[in-house]
């Protein structure tokens, strides 16, 4: 870390929470983002915010709030149900200081959404919004910079020996009820035949690796990641025919993290989600974060 790292600086951490998802999820990835900024010498209030609804709330309403505001253009981010509340659960007037947001599945989209929406109402420095196993939607060109999008590119595992169930049925921890990334991806085209999906890109191609990503990472392993687009047509050629560019309107930051697992397994920190080297998911996933936001939230 560079020895010009402001000291005793105000920093508020939000986590925002997708479509049913369980109480203590995001809570291993919120404490260990706590405390890497405390020990950066930053002053933390860290919450967890469910933009669509706690894990009591039906699994329909959400996926259909989620669906709606995936589908919202440029320009209608005001309209974004899950960003309006994550922006109403802030703090308000926000103290002096950053804003990083981190989002889960829809709790990503959402993120972008309150990012965008403060940022034309407050102006000054876009917050930091990290996406990890969301849905893809299209960045507004102020924030490309200070977005970083995360999936998993790891192997999927089985429940356990001979179960063949797949990773998606496990029990979330801390919780008391299955979390199914399967009911996910079904709802989302279910509830949203409009929503453009990774089929639009050209067949067999991996999400596309911007700045500082890892070489020869795969096709994503969270089939959530394979929903939406970043994509958008442009003019190409001396006759400017359109054609479809997959990463027009992505974020500047696209990184695979070789979790073991899928959608439900980025922040878990016990086997079988532990890899040869001893890292487990959780540190896998931190690790793709806190270099990112130390870099931009930091050292600016």
Not at 49 to 77: K, N, T
Not at 258 to 283: C, K, M, T, W
Request: glycine share 12%; net charge positive.
């Amino acid at each position: 870390m560079q020895s010009d790292m402001r000291r005793d600086r105000p920093v508020r951490l939000y986590l925002l929470a997708g479509v049913k998802t369980a109480p203590h999820f995001m809570e291993g990835l919120r404490e260990a983002l706590a405390a890497k900024l405390a020990d950066a010498g930053c002053t933390v209030h860290s919450e967890l915010l469910f933009p669509y609804g706690d894990w009591s709330r039906s699994a329909v309403a959400q996926l259909r709030e989620m669906r709606h505001d995936l589908q919202l253009r440029f320009g209608r981010y005001e309209r974004s149900i899950g960003g309006r509340r994550a922006l109403e659960a802030m703090e308000t007037p926000a103290p002096a200081g950053r804003t990083i947001l981190i989002g889960h599945s829809g709790g990503g989209v959402a993120a972008v959404h309150a990012a965008q929406l403060r940022l034309a109402r407050d102006g000054g420095e876009p917050d930091a919004a990290v996406m990890i196993g969301s849905p893809r939607c299209r960045i507004p060109e102020a924030l490309r910079g200070s977005v970083l999008y995360l999936y998993a590119a790891g192997k999927r595992l089985r429940r356990d020996a001979g179960a063949g169930a797949p990773v998606t049925e496990r029990e979330q921890e801390g919780a008391g009820e299955p979390v199914r990334e399967r009911v996910g991806v079904e709802g989302l085209k279910r509830e949203g035949a409009g929503v453009p999906v990774h089929e639009r890109e050209t067949p067999g191609e991996p999400v596309r690796e911007h700045e500082g990503a890892r070489e020869g990472v795969r096709k994503p392993a969270d089939p959530i990641c394979r929903i939406g687009s970043f994509g958008g047509w442009r003019a190409a050629g001396a006759f400017r025919v359109p054609a479809w560019q997959a990463d027009k309107y992505a974020p500047a930051a696209v990184r695979g993290v070789p979790i073991l697992g899928g959608h439900a397994d980025y922040f878990r920190r016990s086997a079988p989600f532990v890899n040869d080297a001893g890292q487990s998911n959780l540190e896998m996933t931190l690790a793709a974060v806190w270099p990112w936001l130390a870099e931009r939230m930091l050292n600016s």
